[in-house]
């Protein structure tokens, strides 16, 4: 599936229809280049899950952790995380948290270590608009998937 997304305000809108939808446990993996958007589609997706404060990349920190009203979303970077490095992140205890949500930029730092069951969400440039293309590995990744598209 694809979307055209013509302005920041539609990445955000398109990350707070799927932050809505998130339930503990779901995983978004983002992909993009520099600039395509994935850090403004994480800003949505907190917003989705009831979180009101400041979204920024964690490409410096690594990760940040959004608490929202109803779910937390974890929101990681790996775009300087080296393979072989991914051991030392945690992933597994913010993967296994009970009340949380996971979202990756740069997920291919870390090689194949993804649950099957997720949303693969890709950004590009388009002159002025962006493409967001998914990919669903599983049924709540379908679900996702279709549900955002499906209320565009």
């Known amino acids: 599936m694809r979307l055209t997304l013509r302005s920041e305000a ?11 939808r998130l339930k503990a446990g779901d995983l978004i993996l983002l992909r ?3 600039g395509a958007g994935k850090t403004t589609l994480a800003r949505g997706l907190a917003l ?33 995380v080296a393979k072989g490095e991914d051991s030392e992140l945690g992933l597994d205890e913010l993967l296994a948290d009970p009340r949380a949500a996971v979202v990756v930029e740069w997920p291919d730092a870390v090689g194949g270590v993804w649950p099957k069951d ?3 969400l890709t950004l ?5 608009q962006r493409k967001a293309s998914f990919k669903a590995t599983g049924p709540r ?5 279709t549900q955002c598209v499906r209320t565009q």
């Open 141 to 145: 990744g379908a679900y996702l998937s």
């Open 124 to 128: 590009a440039h388009a002159h002025t």
């Open 48 to 80: 989705g899950v009831g979180y009101r404060g400041r979204v920024s990349s964690p490409t410096f920190a690594l990760a940040h952790r959004y608490k929202g009203k109803r779910l937390t979303l974890h929101h990681l970077d790996l775009y300087r």
């Open 118 to 120: 997720r949303l693969e």
């Open 10 to 20: 539609e990445t955000i809108a398109l990350g707070a229809r799927l932050g809505r």
């Open 32 to 34: 993009g280049e520099l």
